[in-house]
């Protein structure tokens, strides 16, 4: 397959644009990253997502796929001869599922809310919910991979892309906050897991470095008063 | 009963329980439904869906599956005759993405519109039109969203309607009409003539009895 016919629109601070680039290289399949300027959206980005206007996009044979872990299921169904991100059993299936809806729609918020803050008090609170997310998470880790190495088992899985792809995020939350939030002493599972999944073949490329990201935080946390949506 | 234990966990008034009931059908599962008293949670429900605490759940030989969308793949996966998802993996993104957008965007914001007031409920109101223009561009006069057959779009926006029709006329507010959305109006006409969505829906007189009780309570 020619590189051009599979292309990622993103920009290399976004965590949901790790994600669909963490299938592809999993896959082993060559792709083009089309980096957007920041600030502003490249006509291409508006034609291929005209609902949302964001990235990522995934562009395969010039059509457009678009929400991250949709377009993960898509990578996973289309190059099925690589290693499967999703379970075969129905039921593990439903749990990945589950996990990853559930760090996209409960957890994150939190965790964005504490790298990019609005003001001191919701800050507390967000603290909260992001440990108590950790914990949750915590012990889905044995129930996901079985005790194994990754939420995917022996296999970086699609849980393991949607939770990883937070990390530098994370990170960045625990340098502006000046504390750990991915503790051995609370977590210890997730933390071997994180340091696992960082020096994954198919993540070390793609992930960016914490300092570029802090870097990148505080020029966010400077331009806007209240954080970008 | 046969080999195969399946249980569904449901409040009646709940639109992502019908999604739930409608995917069932359309598979020809047999299933017991239990409805839960949303203010006074049984036990089973408090266990099976520790995370989130809410209806739907469905329990397949004792194992429990949590959040309508992850359940109706569930279905799909599990159950192979009637698929409710394209085979198409190009299509089957489609269906995800349009799934996601009436879950995600379509029916909060929907909610908020009858849940708020005033200034509150402009705004609300804004931002629900805006999102069920996004969806009535996408409809075409085709009968069903993915083909020939009903799926998982035709099924969360038939609801999704259903449930408007009825809360916006408790609440006064006009929401979709013939004239603003002819095509999403037009489908829920077919919805009511196909069978399985018919005969899952709640009377709607009851329905809006229901809102009309609930409108004063918070949440």
Redesign the interface.
């Known amino acids: 397959m020619a590189k051009t016919d599979v292309k990622v629109l993103g920009a290399w601070p976004s965590s949901f644009v790790l994600r669909p680039r963490i299938a592809l290289n999993l896959k082993s399949v060559e792709y083009e990253f089309l980096e957007e300027d920041f600030g502003s959206k490249s006509p291409l980005l508006l034609q291929s997502n005209p ?1 949302y206007k964001k990235m990522p996009v995934l562009i ?1 044979l010039d ?1 457009p ?3 991250s872990l ?2 993960v ?2 990578i996973d ?2 190059w099925a001869s690589g290693p499967s991100l999703l379970p075969s059993d ?2 593990d ?2 749990l990945a ?2 996990w990853a ?2 760090i996209d729609d ?1 957890w994150f918020p939190s965790v964005r809310g504490i790298a990019l803050p609005q003001g001191e008090e919701a800050e507390a609170e967000l603290m909260v919910q992001v440990f108590e997310g950790l914990a ?1 998470l915590e012990d889905a880790f044995d129930k996901c991979g079985q005790g194994k190495a990754f939420f995917g088992g022996d296999k970086v899985g699609y849980v393991d892309i949607a939770l990883g792809s937070f990390l530098g995020l994370l990170r960045v939350a625990e340098k502006m906050n000046n504390v750990k939030l991915l503790d051995e002493a609370k977590t210890p599972k997730l933390v071997g897991w994180a340091e696992r999944f960082c020096s994954h073949d198919a993540v070390k490329e793609v992930m960016p470095e914490t300092d570029k990201l802090v870097e990148f935080a505080k020029m966010l946390r400077a331009r806007f008063k209240a954080p970008a949506s | 009963m046969a080999h195969e234990e399946v249980k569904l966990f449901g409040m009646w008034s709940s639109p992502f329980v019908r999604i739930v009931e409608v995917a069932l059908k359309i598979k020809g599962v047999q299933y017991e439904y239990i409805e839960e008293d949303l203010q006074n949670k049984s036990s089973l429900l408090l266990k099976y869906n520790p ?1 989130y605490k809410k209806v739907p759940v469905l329990l ?1 030989n004792g ?1 429990p ?3 309508s ?3 109706v ?2 279905i799909d ?2 159950w192979k005759d009637n698929p409710i998802l394209p085979q198409d ?2 299509e ?2 489609q269906a ?2 349009w799934a ?2 009436i879950d995600d965007k379509c029916m909060p914001s929907l909610w908020r519109v009858f849940r708020s007031k005033d200034n509150e409920q402009e705004k609300a109101t804004e931002e629900a039109l805006e999102n069920l223009k ?1 969806l009535e561009n996408e409809l075409t006069d085709k009968r069903f969203f993915g083909g020939e057959t009903i799926g998982l779009v035709d099924i969360a926006a038939k609801i999704t309607v259903y449930w408007v029709q009825v809360a916006q006329e408790v609440a006064g507010v006009g929401i979709i009409s013939s004239q603003n959305f002819p095509v999403l109006f037009k489908w829920i006409d077919d919805l009511l003539s196909c069978n399985v969505l018919k005969e899952t829906m709640p009377p709607k007189d009851k329905l809006a009895a229901f809102f009309r009780t609930h409108s004063k309570a918070s949440k």
């Open positions: 609902v395969h059509k796929i678009c929400e949709i377009i299921q898509y169904e289309v129905p039921y299936q439903a599922r589950f809806a559930y409960k949750l | 995370v397949h194992k599956i949590a959040e969308l992850v359940i793949e569930y996966e599990t993996s190009f089957r993104a995800r993405f996601k957008l996004i």
